[in-house]
């Protein structure tokens, strides 16, 4: 990787537009400490991928999971939706925030929709223009293309493409780049171990820049796609998103640094830092969530015979933990004065919490789950 060469910057009329090499060509891997990382990341990643087939109904807890990485992903582009409020109905949500809330609502159904896709459609530019769409529908960038690589010129900061601080491919350009990151993708005949594969995926995907919007949030989403695609997780529960969110300024200074000084050691010895980091902290999420179901299920015998309908709440609350008396009674099945008497029982508990105050329309809250993944 001593002799890489990031790309070439081309004089257009009144700019200077950045045209990255291929990928899809033979590396050769020679850093002991990217070699060390490596392993590290590995065996990080192998801990976290036994929590898929060991915790019982893990279904429940990917839902959270994405909602994290969901609002991280956006709040990188600039939004400010909260975990708890993500979880929350449209109509809750305050009017100045909806905007916000809607993009987080598009990143959860698009990583969703990307996983459901997977059985059928191999990693691949047609999965990442059908993610594309979802992410942007109805959306603020809904009139942007959705799905279709852009047809014209696009910058990274700036108020203009003059004071922009990088410009991307000419997008005439574009299939050929995306085309030579897909067979890069899939070339067996390539000897890269998968996550050196995905950093440098991820590199070249935010250089190329291929949409007019939405390009952060597709090229996070496609890590956790490509590791689940390549069957290293069994399960989508690794997300880098809050990485490179509390090391911002890193992730961007790192990506320029392989344009500008064609270093794609430092950038991968960054993404295998940001892997180990986010599977340690998976790893620890998930060590709580079992010590909280023992928890629970503890604080659970003391509502006598009302425990098996307690029990199918909480199940409820595991996959989103925030509900209404309205919702009690559904995952309950039960009557509404009869959920109003569960509802007490778990508050008795610390399991539910109210809070909105009101009279009516009332919210109950399972915090202790969600303080997890805040």
């Known amino acids: 990787m001593k002799n890489f060469k990031a790309g070439t910057y081309i ?20 850093s002991m400490e990217i070699v060390d990382l490596l392993s590290q990341a590995d065996r990080q990643l192998g801990r976290l991928d036994m929590y898929s087939e060991y915790i019982p109904n893990i279904d429940l807890f990917i839902s959270m999971h994405v909602a994290k990485e969901a609002t991280q992903s956006s709040k990188i582009e600039g939004t400010q939706t909260k975990v708890e409020e993500a979880l929350l109905d449209k109509e809750r949500v305050a009017p100045e925030k909806r905007d916000d809330w809607e993009e987080v609502q598009n990143y959860i159904a698009a990583m969703d929709a990307a996983i459901n896709e997977l059985e059928e459609l191999p990693f691949s530019s047609r999965l990442i223009k059908n993610t594309h769409k979802v992410l942007m529908q109805g959306v603020r960038g809904e009139q942007k293309q959705p799905g279709q690589f852009r047809t014209s010129q696009n910058w990274i900061g700036g108020a203009t493409i003059k004071d922009a601080l990088f410009i991307p491919p000419i997008h005439e350009s574009i299939p050929e780049l995306m085309s030579d990151l897909e067979h890069f993708v899939h070339n067996e005949e390539i000897y890269l171990p998968d996550l050196i594969k995905i950093a440098i995926v991820h590199y070249q995907f935010e250089t190329i820049h291929p949409f007019l919007d939405g390009n952060g949030r597709v090229g996070r989403l496609m890590i956790t796609l490509y590791l689940v695609s390549q069957g290293i997780l069994k399960q989508p529960i690794l997300y880098l998103s809050d990485f490179f969110e509390r090391h911002r300024q890193a992730y961007y200074d790192n990506l320029m640094r392989v344009r500008e ?114």
């Open 261 to 374: 000084k064609d270093d794609i050691i430092q950038w991968i010895k960054f993404f295998l830092a940001g892997v180990i980091d986010t599977a340690k902290s998976g790893i620890k999420t998930f060590d709580a969530i079992m010590q909280l179901q023992q928890q629970v299920d503890h604080d659970l015998q003391e509502m006598g015979k009302r425990v098996g309908k307690a029990q199918q709440v909480i199940r409820q609350l595991y996959e989103r933990p925030i509900i209404t008396a309205e919702g009690v009674s559904k995952a309950a099945d039960v009557s509404m004065p009869t959920a109003y008497k569960l509802i007490r029982s778990l508050e008795d508990v610390d399991i539910l919490t109210e809070v909105t105050g009101a009279e009516r329309n009332r919210l109950y809250v399972f915090k202790q789950y969600i303080n997890l993944f805040e």
């Open 11 to 30: 004089n257009q009329d009144h700019y200077q537009s950045f045209q990255p090499n291929a990928v899809n060509r033979q590396w050769q891997l020679e």
